[in-house]
């Protein structure tokens, strides 16, 4: 089955810069749109960004505008998250998704299959 697997996160203080990585197997990578989500303690899964089957259309959250950048690499089946100022608020842990579709989107419930997350803390 597809694998999703998220790797990059840690701590760093505010105004800091972190590359999140997502590894995808078990599905033809250049076929599918992908996504990247992140959920605070106590709260729901909100959008951060996402990025079509060919990485020429790319979608975020109000949130993170001007801040984060996705980015793929169809070649090593990998998407990237480059995410600069950040702030306190962007603390959570971080998911990267799959959807069985080349259309990228930006509501999570499109998304079929799902990494196990990593975790973003971001110091004052």
């Known amino acids: 089955q597809v694998q999703v697997q998220e790797s990059g996160g840690g701590l760093v203080q505010a105004g800091g810069s972190l590359r999140l990585s997502c590894a995808v197997s078990?599905?033809?990578?250049?076929?599918?749109?992908m996504g990247w989500f992140r959920q605070a303690p106590g709260k729901v899964r909100k959008f951060v960004a996402s990025?079509?089957?060919?990485?020429?259309?790319?979608f975020y959250g109000d949130n993170v505008k001007g801040r984060f950048t996705i980015s793929r690499d169809n070649a090593k089946n990998t998407v990237y998250l480059q995410m600069n100022s950040l702030k306190p608020d962007d603390t959570a842990v971080y998911y990267c998704?799959?959807?069985?579709?080349?259309?990228?989107?930006?509501?999570?419930?499109?998304?079929?299959?799902w990494g196990q997350g990593t975790q973003v803390t971001v110091s004052s």
């Open positions: 998704a799959a959807r069985s579709g080349r259309v990228a989107t930006t509501d999570r419930a499109n998304y079929d299959y």
């Open positions: 990025i079509n089957w060919s990485g020429g259309t790319t």
């Open positions: 078990g599905r033809t990578f250049s076929s599918t749109a």
